[in-house]
């Protein structure tokens, strides 16, 4: 299994320059619009260039053009750039590299592309056929079969990756899965659970509602069901003062329940690199202090990758949680800083005095004059 060893941004989003290594596990840690969400979309891009359906043009439409990824701070006609370096379990290296802009028409155009494999060059656009036909450089070679062959392990790793950030709303509304697929919000969740095989479903629900009921300990039994149009819904009974308890729809689970049930599904779901936004929504604390673990279990079991974001004190109170893990967001006057907890001495040092990662990290992330929300109600 192929893994991302280093992220290389350039005029994306909130980055006029990034280069970072990564772990197996990468925490990210920042202010609100601190580019937390933008730096997990990179790799969003990458899976969105490899998958079916998808591709360099439709690619850059959702995120509503060129002009709209290209880093406020760059300068005029910068071309934005996307880079990473992977290593496969044989401990052989790849590289891929995109750089584009856009024409005058505003279509979205290939600048750069190169594919390496331990520093031999596989791709290395424009090539002569490119530049006898300019067409081409509307799409990247990862994305067409006829060209990709030499690597397509590369780009089905691309497609392997999932992002989950479950809305509960829109689970709450399961005609609003019609016509969705892989809904990075949730929208289509069940109709994910309902698209599984029966026997992968039953044993993953089984595992599910074991751990549910941990957090939830009144739960008794989860089960997905169909409604008369074929819809599937989730149901879920509850101890009750009743003799047979009392059974609940997806409708009436908190959001708590509904984001944990995501979370649970996902890191069961095998794949590739797993990107999880602030997964300690609506869970109680204690449950929050856990989540390390887990992951890291998950981990050990499946081999993937999973990156975070968060905000919270609870999770980063883990002590198995690495300075080399946490990446730091620092917005500037020209993009967003980001560097590992360990580019910073003082970190290592009040680690060494007893602090926790969280009482050293979140203040270094607070907005500088927080407390004049406060104030709000006397403007």
């Known amino acids: 299994m192929l893994r991302f060893r280093r ?5 994306w989003k909130n980055f006029e320059s990034v280069d970072i290594d990564l772990r197996d596990r990468m925490f990210l840690v920042g202010p609100n619009a601190s580019g937390k969400s933008n730096l997990l979309d990179a790799f969003r891009f990458l899976r969105d260039l490899g998958s079916s359906g998808g591709g360099f043009a439709e690619a850059v439409c959702r995120r509503e053009g060129v002009s709209t990824i290209r880093c406020l701070a760059a300068r005029r006609h910068s071309d934005i750039e996307v880079g990473v370096e992977l290593r496969d379990k044989m401990g052989n290296s790849w590289s891929y590299e995109l750089a584009f802009n856009q024409d005058n028409q505003r279509r979205p155009v290939v600048r750069t592309e190169r594919v390496l494999r331990d520093a031999e060059v596989i791709v290395w656009r424009p090539d002569e056929d490119d530049r006898r036909d300019a067409a081409r450089l509307t799409q990247t070679h990862l994305e067409q079969v006829n060209a990709n062959l030499p690597f397509r392990d590369l780009t089905a790793f691309f497609a392997s990756i999932r992002y989950l950030h479950i809305v509960p709303q829109l689970v709450r509304e399961p ?3 019609v016509r969705r697929s892989n809904d990075p919000f949730g929208g289509d ?3 994910q659970v309902a698209r599984t095989t029966a026997r992968t479903q ?7 509602r074991e751990a549910v009921g941990v957090a939830v300990p009144q739960l008794d ?3 997905l069901t169909r409604d ?6 989730l149901r879920a009974r509850y101890q009750h003062w009743r003799q047979h308890g009392a059974w609940q729809s997806e409708r009436q689970l908190s959001d708590g329940t509904l984001r944990l049930l995501g979370l649970l599904w996902a890191t069961l779901d095998g794949g590739g690199p797993l990107l999880l936004e602030e997964p300690e929504l609506s869970l109680h604390p204690e449950i929050v202090r856990v989540l390390p673990q887990m992951l890291a279990r998950v981990q050990r079991r499946t081999g993937r990758q999973i990156f975070l974001s968060t905000h919270s004190p609870d999770l980063l109170c883990d002590t198995g949680i690495g ?4 990446l730091l967001f620092a917005p500037k006057n020209e993009g967003t800083r980001v560097s590992p907890a360990t580019s910073e001495r003082e970190i290592g040092q009040l680690l060494d005095a007893g602090l926790s990662l969280a009482e050293i990290v979140i203040p270094r992330t607070r907005p500088a004059d ?9 403007a």
């Open 7 to 11: 992220l290389r941004l350039k005029n």
């Open 189 to 191: 969740f069940l109709a």
């Open 221 to 223: 039994e989860l089960e």
């Open 202 to 208: 039953d044993a993953r629900m089984k595992r599910i």
């Open 175 to 177: 005609d609003r899965s």
């Open 228 to 233: 008369v149009r074929g819809v599937p819904h």
């Open 323 to 326: 300075l080399d893990e946490t």
């Open 370 to 378: 927080v407390t004049q929300l406060a104030l709000f109600a006397d």
